[in-house]
């Protein structure tokens, strides 16, 4: 996105110095075909994976949204905004992959059977690296079960190796999932529960940067709703 935004800024001086306003809006207009384009894309990738495993729409859509909320109150620029929102929005698109019946098994999964979950992020990357439109996105759903201590996966990441996008993701992946019931594990816990196990796993799990920066951010929405 980043560098359609430079092609778009260079484009458009020499529209303005050589042929007016009119062909600069018909750039404009190509140009917000082709987001549309992009956008239309990915919703239709989600609802395919909707359909593969059965609960991946509603979870795409609010972690989406949680996540380009903690990274504004991170301040982070809006150029990579826009590519974070994508990366959360396809961060599962790898479990087209997985078959079904793994991903839709009631009660807790095999050893092999998580072997088998564990491909996706390598499926994702297989899927979007090609789109050069996506690939500031990949971040997120290639690294996104990576862990601050190492113990993560694909490629056992540890610390500050890991993406900020993704260390980011990680800690709303894992808040969005606790909230709502799963196949494997069907009651939801509470707020309180969430956080405390969130806190739990800073240094482990999650970046404790990240982990203070999210419980503050959580802590000022409840003083704003009180």
Request: aromatic fraction near 12%; hydrophobic fraction near 40%; include cysteine.
């Amino acid at each position: 996105m980043t560098f359609l935004f430079e092609q778009m800024i260079v484009t458009n001086q020499i529209l303005e110095e050589k042929n007016g306003n009119y062909l600069l809006e018909q750039l404009r207009a190509l140009h917000n075909h082709l987001l549309e384009t992009y956008e239309m894309t990915i919703q239709s990738w989600i609802h395919a994976l909707e359909l593969h495993d059965g609960e991946s729409r509603e979870h795409a859509f609010r972690v989406a949204e949680m996540t380009e909320k903690f990274a504004r109150f991170l301040g982070i620029r809006e150029t990579q905004l826009f590519h974070i929102r994508n990366g959360a929005l396809l961060h599962d698109i790898g479990k087209l992959g997985v078959p079904g019946n793994i991903l839709k098994k009631r009660g807790p999964l095999t050893e092999d059977e998580w072997q088998v979950v564990r491909k996706h992020p390598g499926y994702a990357y297989e899927l979007l690296a090609p789109i050069n439109f996506l690939k500031p996105a990949l971040e997120i759903p290639f690294y996104h079960h990576e862990k601050w201590d190492g113990s993560g996966y694909p490629n056992g990441l540890k610390g500050e190796q890991i993406p900020l996008s993704a260390r980011i993701f990680s800690i709303i992946d894992v808040w969005d999932a606790l909230r709502f019931s799963r196949p494997y594990r069907e009651e939801s816990w509470s707020e309180y529960k969430i956080i405390h196990y969130i806190q739990q796993q800073s240094g482990c799990h999650f970046d404790p940067a990240m982990v203070k920066a999210f419980v503050t951010m959580r802590a000022n929405q409840d003083k704003q709703l009180s």
